[in-house]
Every structure is written in C-alpha cells, then in structure tokens.
C-alpha cells in the first residue's frame, strides 16, 4: 500500500449480485490481489452498492472506485468473476483480514444469532452445504438447480458424536437439514437465521445479513469442519486463518 499509488496500471475487479456468493466474491478478489502485487498494479473494488458491500467492507478506501471514476484512469483493465472460475486451488499469500472487516451490523447480529459467543472461550464449527437443489427459496431464481454436493453422512455423525463433549455450531444452507441434525444430537446447536444465497436476486437483506453473520462464525470459531464442498467455508478459514478440516 506503499507504493499503490505509484503504480500506473490498474485491475478494477466488478463483481455483481448473481456473480456468486461470499466464498466466491473474496476468493476472487485475493486471487486478483496477488496478482496485481506480483505485477506492481493497483487493484480496485468497483462499487456496485450491493449489500455484500453494506456488511463486508476493505480496510482501504483507495482501493474503491465508482463507474464515473473507471475513465479516468489511464491503463486499466475490468475483471469479471467469470474468467476466474477455473482456478480451484489459492494460496491466499495474504491473510483476508488484512484487507477486510465486518461492521458493527454483523458483530451486534452474531451475538443475536448465537449468544453463546459471549460466554464461550472457544466453539467448533460444521459446515454443510447440500447445493443449489436444496435451496429452500423459489427456484425460479436459481441459476444452478441442478447443483448438488457430495456429504458422507455416516461420517459427519461419527464425528458428531466422538465430538459429545463439545459445543458443534452447525451452519448449513438448508434449515429443514439443520433443524434436523440439531433434534439428533445434544452437542449441535444452530442459530435462527434466515438462510439464503447471496448471489440470487429474490434474497432479502435480512437473510444477505444473516448469511455474513454465520460466515463470520465460522471465521471466528477455532476450527472449522467442512462436510460438503463449499468455497462459503473455505474462505470462511482464510478470513482469521482459522483451521479448516475437509
């Protein structure tokens, strides 16, 4: 940061509702980041005022730049998310915390959604994502109604309960598994969240809101546990440097 201002050429990352979730818009980011640092370019956050933006927001204010401001600049380049799916695997040379932070809406909502947080010196986290096919929300917004995600359940629940003497926060994009995880075993407890996808259009603010929150609880607790492949919990572990167990 340095020397950002010194660099003549410039990557202006644009990433929209529909363009992914969380996981998805952060990775990357840090992906473009590392790129921009080997190659002595400034990156930019195009600003497309979406609620992502309101909850999660750069440490950097030089780093943001409005659609009036692109113009002017001399040598830049506008990166879509799109180009970047092909890269499954990232290093993550910088920590994602160094450059983001979550406002106080999300630490006062936390609290709200898991008072436990308050009390305990340390909480364990299982994240399960069943895919786009589980979404509990109109279909018609789904872009992938297809997407399913591989959980060997037999395997979680062994886990669970060689786990009994621990506080297992249970996040998962489909509430009717959740609840029903939550009812087998004593250990698990859930929050009473609104669950939706930040990428669909139809998604509210309340459950934009409430998505960040068990994104930052999942950063937040001393290790996570990934029962399904979901970039939502991977970069979750990135954000503090939480450890991640697939």
Request: aromatic share 14%; glycine share 4%; with cysteine.
């Amino acid at each position: 940061m340095n020397e950002y201002k010194t660099y003549t050429n410039c990557t202006v990352y644009d990433f929209n509702v529909e363009y992914g979730g969380i996981g998805d818009c952060l990775k990357f980011f840090m992906i473009l980041l590392d790129r921009c640092i080997e190659n002595k370019e400034r990156i930019y956050w195009k600003i497309n005022n979406t609620l992502l933006e309101k909850y999660l927001k750069l440490k950097y204010e030089d780093m943001y730049i409005t659609n009036d401001e692109i113009p002017a600049l001399k040598h830049y380049n506008i990166v879509k998310p799109f180009g970047l799916y092909y890269i499954s695997e990232h290093p993550f040379t910088v920590q994602v915390s160094e450059l983001f932070y979550f406002t106080n809406d999300i630490l006062t909502n936390s609290i709200k959604l898991f008072p436990q947080i308050q009390e305990l010196s340390e909480y364990y986290t299982i994240h399960v994502r069943l895919g786009d096919k589980y979404l509990e929300t109109d279909k018609a917004f789904v872009a992938c109604p297809n997407d399913t995600r591989v959980l060997n359940e037999d395997k979680m629940f062994k886990f669970i309960e060689e786990n009994s003497d621990k506080m297992l926060l249970l996040c998962c994009d489909n509430n009717q598994y959740k609840q029903k995880i939550a009812q087998m075993y004593k250990n698990v407890i859930i929050t009473n969240c609104n669950i939706g996808h930040t990428s669909l259009t139809n998604t509210t603010e309340e459950q934009v809101l409430d998505s960040i929150t068990e994104f930052y609880l999942l950063a937040k607790s001393n290790k996570i546990y990934s029962g399904s492949r979901s970039g939502f919990s991977l970069v979750a572990s990135k954000f503090y440097g939480t450890e991640f167990i697939q």
